[in-house]
């Protein structure tokens, strides 16, 4: 059996379709490699792709020790919020810093300083 045969929806279902809804497989053209020879796999033609970063900000409101665990306040949707918060790198960051989430892992917050993360961002935009 084909994997696409499973997409494909009997003749009937599509002759009752209302006429504005239009179902068609994919079918995309081969791609062929243009890279030159040992640059295969190369992501290189990505370093001029502009992209915008979103982040979550917060505060630190219980102080996180090296490689504890600590508190953190952000607001979500206009709505305060708190959850535990882990250093990303597990060094400890003071009561009152700025953070960044970077991520969530079993109702954890890791959380890197605004500080270093605003100027990873500007040195990764200025050399290019």
């Known amino acids: 059996m084909n994997a696409n045969e499973n997409l494909v929806p009997p003749a009937e279902d599509v ?35 502009s992209v915008s970063v979103t982040a979550e900000l917060g505060r630190v409101t219980m102080p996180i020790r090296e490689a504890g665990t600590g508190e953190v306040v952000y607001s979500q949707g206009g709505t305060r919020r708190s959850c535990g918060a882990r250093s990303d790198n597990g060094a400890p ?24 993360f605003a100027r990873e961002e500007e040195n990764e935009g200025g050399s290019s």
């Open 15 to 49: 002759a009752s379709a209302p006429p504005s809804i239009v179902a068609r497989l994919a079918d995309f053209p081969e791609l062929h490699g243009t890279a030159a020879a040992g640059a295969a796999g190369s992501l290189n033609h990505l370093l001029d792709v």
């Open 93 to 116: 960051i003071a009561r009152g810093a700025e953070v960044v989430v970077t991520r969530y892992e079993a109702g954890i917050a890791y959380v890197r300083l605004w500080e270093e």
